[in-house]
């Protein structure tokens, strides 16, 4: 499967955006989504994952209640809704799926087994 992450800019601190990822293929309902993001100078961190049919979500606590993930699989599209943007937001963010994952290793990026090619954020202050 290949991934398309698009929707990141730069925005002032506050603001809010919606990243989207589509993906090709026909199984995408087969797949756990996750947004992981990597800030400059720092390791990807895992951000957000849903369950296959969506009925199941996770966050990181860096961004309870300011992230939420979804997906229309029948868009075959993950989406991210970012609210309350602060400077420490800012970074690369890349979708990733999961063909046989357990909703245990969510968390875990090398669970993961395709990625796209990562769309910026940049929150200034």
């Known amino acids: 499967v290949q991934l398309q992450a698009s929707g990141g800019g730069l925005v002032q601190a506050g603001d809010s955006l919606r990243l989207s990822c589509a993906a090709s293929?026909?199984?995408?309902?087969?797949?756990?989504m996750g947004w992981f993001r990597r800030a400059p100078g720092k390791e990807r961190e895992f951000v957000a994952a849903?369950?296959?049919?969506?009925?199941?979500?996770y966050y990181a606590d860096a961004v309870k209640g300011r992230f939420t993930i979804s997906r229309d699989n029948a868009k075959n599209t993950v989406y991210l809704q970012v609210k309350s943007l602060g400077p420490e937001d800012t970074g690369v963010y890349y979708c990733?799926?999961?063909?046989?994952?357990?909703?245990?290793?969510?968390?875990?990026?090398?669970?993961?087994?395709?990625w796209g090619q990562g769309t910026l954020v940049t929150v200034s202050s």
């Open positions: 990733a799926a999961g063909a046989r994952l357990i909703l245990s290793s969510y968390s875990n990026g090398d669970q993961y087994d395709y």
């Open positions: 293929g026909r199984t995408f309902s087969r797949y756990v």
């Open positions: 849903i369950s296959r049919s969506g009925g199941n979500t």
